[in-house]
């Protein structure tokens, strides 16, 4: 019962908030906060109840819901998707802490999508059926939407409509080869199913596979954002309110490679080890490219999501070199990437709340102004450089080891991705907060607030811990990632015959 | 016991950290030199406790914990004290310790917080330097690696505000960084050959090899390790952060830029010489670099006229020494220079800090002169570095540089010894230069007012050396002058101590003790060539003296003179040879442009995005034509109702 | 004795004079009117047919349709009357604000 009062528990906070009257702002954000705290601490009593020792999926829950069509509600985490989980609850609150300030106009609908969302967040990852995750998954989009189109910036319309469109018609076509994996599990069987552990066991021809991991993998691919695919993210992100960066850094994008990690990969594994080097083509393009674009970006939070394309194109590597420490690494570095870049769009709103700009050059030596707020970042920007102590060093080590095992040129071309992000992210670091201060306005801002403090000092102490003591997160992660790879290299003796005719 | 050798520095660190800005001054500076004595405490009883055990097989592992682990790839935590690395633990934490002391008094004008921070910094560098040194795999040492590029990054910029020391630290974290991707490569390439990422397991299982004749995997990977080392040590190509490093205060050049950190690369070599001894290839390869690299810094180190720069030109010209070394096989040699020059190089720059503090920030050679008089002790402990660094006979110096020349020239390679002989005469004229112009002949004080108004008026009271300052001083003059003898030559009767000391790390377990007869046999048979080597370089090195007091001493007006007749060539030296501008126009202008016009404002927004809106515009254009058929009118919408009604029952009807 | 195709004929002739009072009449009230005269129509055919075939299904759905012509006349009155209120006319052709 704990997976699904984990899905309920802030649908419920958002239905009592629904009930509240708008103009009680304090006791709504209050009820905000606090539902998603409990929610991280539910998360947190679920990590210690797991058991890290199995690779088998653990909290079952199994319920017919349309037995004509063999849907389930089957939910159910590994060590993959538990930390995705926790992950979720612990942006959240932070999420949710970082609009007090900013979020001032219509609250209660505001605290209201961000719960809705997480609700939908904890769905996706814990969905075991497809059906159910496909609900899930376009049910996310809905308050997504919502926060981008009502509280972003400028052009916030424009770019929620390019985010839910771009995202909808990958999920269209997933949707086509859920029903069709459904329909033919009954043409074989019998029984129409979408319950994912008996479509794992399925074997499947090879055109099936061949056009079910395209639709899948598009839809992932759209998500994570893969090169070329990647053009909703900039203006998603630039446009999104502070909250609502954190969630599509921290959580959304995630839910791409996740996919790949849970269905793309395992539900077509010879099409996977088929399509893998073209993967691993476009993440290693997105790893440079991604970069060297987001080095010439004046806006802070565009550079920021254009370093998310270059890190997430790590992650897809990890992903495309299916070996044990290539998609420990993947994972491992999700949740790195949640937790610094999650950070990062923090410290940006901060900028941006207080000077209502987010253009590079306009800062400059706000170290000197704003000491506190400055070591945070220093402390995320070099995590999200890589450096060794604190957490996407051990992610990236791994992916590259990984991919190096697999395929040493895709290694090596990723490797430039650790030049580069230095590159841009100190530069721009230098930019904002070395040299003489500049501009008149930066010479008198107030250093971080108590409640800013409690929103990012958690992510930067993530940060050091996950960098130093990985093994808490990767020992129970191990097992269930052994058993995907040998899940997913299971044909490799028979040949299945990939292309279509 | 070993991880409390950088714990401690470490403990440091979180201290200054958290409660720095609380903290008085002398608490803070107080507490980091402390932390650094007792490592070097902790050290020196560790070392004890390996010259203890017998010969051959000095070692002293500890591991910690398990760090990474992932199916096979496991990275534990592991330190381990052999010879090697004993050598450098004690040069980092007593080096360390003195430069921590001198910089209390250098550091004084700062205010408490930033104190706390230049501290907290400093001993966050010896953490990880001591981490580089004690690893016993890769990926620790990688850890110490980016460690200690990360303070060298946070120090040289430590004085944030001026955008020349911000520029200068992240230009030294980058051109690092391009080291670190070879490295990196490296490490993984080592990993897929060997299994394993542990130095020792790696000598052992090349122990039994034969070295690759043909350039394979071995050679790859010392290939590519190298150019990590190329990096970090500042050789060709990658040298060009070390000269902008020195916007960070000067003691931090003593302790980073010349004593420990850029002799990383060296020590990565000599950690795995059994590695590099198996790729001849890129043995050739490094002593080249390191050839090359001693005589071209060296170059322009003989007209610059920033102290500090010439001091760094020579520290890049130096570490061109130890990789030649390095390269020419005579892995103890190369360690030894590393050993001696992080003495007089240290003192050096802590020299020059205590000038510039004396004036009050000037730096510039040709505003100071006649120093001799008001700062004595600076004068006499500089003029021992230099003459330990030009290599006059009997100082530290002139022991491990006539090492490396003598096995240079030994192992077959006249050229390289050639180069380096030209490089050993270069060192004396520019040190000399250095000594003369700083400190003999009249004083020469700067006029443009605008320019630095505090220094000008400081000049009138000129003070040596504060006590914190001085000692260290005093202290590292004297190991110039005595380090040089734990390596003295069996051809005077010496044991050449050092070299069987560290013999062990350097050779496969298995192999080690018939190497060692080979090579003493082959050392008896040349003491009279290595004679003749010693008395051409002493030469040399006071031929060099003896030229820099004619040119800048007894006729100041010959070098302008020699300027005047080859001006090509000094506004070639002057500028550094262009270096920085042609890898400008050569590599970062392209890389931005690229990013820019290209990808960013061409295939992103317009190809890509247009794609996307273009698909949009499509759809919003179809509807716009068909949007036509809506007239609005209910009659005509009732009437297609109607029609298709009819047309539907027709079509069934008469099919 | 009414054959089934008297009484098809009779429901395609008040059938059709509910399509023509749509097209015609210009007045809006009427037409809702003339909409009900086809559903009747249609009500017509499926109690003959459920006559003829001895079913009572015929006449359970023509409740259905009695139900649903309740409900519609209902809504469908209450936007007349708003509608009115708007624009001030009945006539049909007033209303173009949807053309595209």
Known sequence: ?501 | MLIWIPLLPLLGFLINTFAGRRLPKAMSGGLASLAMLAAFGVSVVEVAALLNQAPGGRELVQTVYTWIASGDFQIPVTLRLDPLSALMILVVTGIGFLIHVYSTAYMHDEPAPEYARYFSYLNLFAFFMLLLVLAANFIILFVGWEGVGLCSYLLIGFWYQKPSAADAGKKAFIVNRIGDVGFILGVLLAFVRFGTLDFQRIAAALGPLAPEAAFGAVSLIALLLFIGATGKSAQIPLYIWLPDAMEGPTPVSALIHAATMVTAGVYLIGRNAVLFTHAPDVLLIVAVIGALTAVWAGMFGLVQTDIKRVLAYSTVSQLGYMFLAMGVGAYAAGIFHLFTHAFFKALLFLGAGAVIHALAGEQDLRYMGGLRRDLPITYWTFLIGSLAIAGVPGLAGFFSKDEILYRTFASGHPWLWLIGAATSLMTAIYMFRLVFLAFHGPRRVRHDHDHDPAGSHAHAHLHDAPRAMGIPLVVLALGSILAGYIGFPEMFGGANWIEHFLEPSFTAPAVAESLEGAEAAAGAASHSLELVLVIVSSILALAGIALAAQLYLKRPGVSARLAERFPRLYRFLVNKGYVDEIYDELFVQPVKSLSDNVLWNSLDTKVIDGAVNGVGTIVGETGGVVRHLQTGSMRAYALSVLLGAVLMVGYYLWR | MASLNHYLILSGVIFTIGVAGVFLRRNLITILLSIEVMLNAVNLSFIAFGRFQGSADGQIIVFFVITVAAAEAAVGLALVISLFRHVETLNPDAYRQLRG
């Open chain 1, 1 to 501: 019962m704990l997976l699904t009062f984990l899905v309920l528990a802030p649908i419920a906070g958002a239905a009592i908030i629904a009930c509240t009257s708008g103009r009680r702002e304090a006791l709504i954000r209050r009820t905000a906060l606090a539902v998603s705290v409990v929610e991280f601490g539910l998360t947190l009593l679920l990590w210690t109840r797991f058991d890290g020792t199995s690779a088998e999926f653990q909290f079952i829950e199994r319920r017919a819901w349309i037995p004509a069509f063999g849907v389930d509600y089957f939910i159910g985490v590994d060590g993959i998707s538990l930390f995705l989980v926790v992950l979720t609850g612990f942006l959240t609150p932070l999420a949710l802490l970082s609009s007090w300030e900013s979020v001032h106009d219509r609250v209660k609908e505001f605290s209201l999508f961000v719960l809705a969302l997480e609700s939908a967040m904890v769905g996706v990852f814990i969905s075991l059926d497809l059906f159910l995750f496909y609900i899930f998954w376009d049910a996310m989009l809905i308050p997504m939407y919502f926060l981008i189109g009502i509280w972003g910036y400028d052009r916030r319309v424009y770019a929620a409509i390019k985010f839910i469109l771009y995202t909808m018609g990958g999920s269209v076509l997933m949707l086509v080869a859920i029903l069709t994996l459904a329909y033919y599990h009954g043409a074989v069987t019998g029984m129409p199913s979408f319950d994912l552990l008996k479509l794992y066991a399925l074997p499947l021809p090879g055109w099936l596979q061949f056009w079910g991991f395209l639709a899948f993998t598009m839809a992932f691919a759209i998500k994570v954002p893969l090169f070329p695919f990647h053009t909703w993210l900039p203006d998603a992100h630039v446009e999104a309110p502070t909250a609502g960066s954190v969630i599509l850094a921290g959580v959304l994008l995630k839910m791409g490679t996740y996919g790949l990690v849970r269905f793309a990969f395992p539900l077509f594994p010879d099409a996977a080890l088929y399509f893998a080097p073209y993967l691993a083509g476009l993440a290693v393009i997105g790893i440079v490219y991604g970069a060297l674009v987001a080095m010439v970006q004046p806006d802070l939070k565009k550079l920021v999501a254009y370093s998310s394309v270059s890190h997430l194109g790590f992650v897809a590597l990890g992903i495309s070199a299916m070996n044990v420490q290539g998609v420990q690494g993947a994972v491992y570095q999700m949740l790195n990437h949640g937790v610094s870049t999650g950070a990062l769009f923090l410290i940006v709103g901060m900028l941006s709340d207080r000077r209502h700009t987010r253009l590079i050059a306009q800062f400059g030596g706000l170290k000197k102004v704003l000491p506190k707020l400055t070591t945070a970042f220093l402390i995320i920007t070099l995590a999200s450089i890589g450096l060794p102590g604190l957490n996407g060093f051990v992610g990236e080590l791994l992916i590259l080891v990984g991919a190096f095992r697999w395929d040493p040129r895709y290694a090596a071309v990723a490797a430039t991705g650790v030049l580069l992000s230095a590159v841009y992210m100190l530069w721009m670091f230098q930019r904002v907060n070395y040299g003489p201060v500049t501009n008149e306005e930066n010479a008198h801002l107030p250093d971080l607030t108590l409640r800013e403090r409690w929103a990012l000092w958690p992510a930067v102490a993530m940060c050091i811990f996950m960098g130093v003591a990985p093994m808490v997160f990767l020992k129970p992660m191990e097992p269930s990632v052994t058993r995907l790879v040998e899940q997913v290299h299971r044909n490799q003796g028979q040949q299945v015959r990939i292309l279509p005719r």
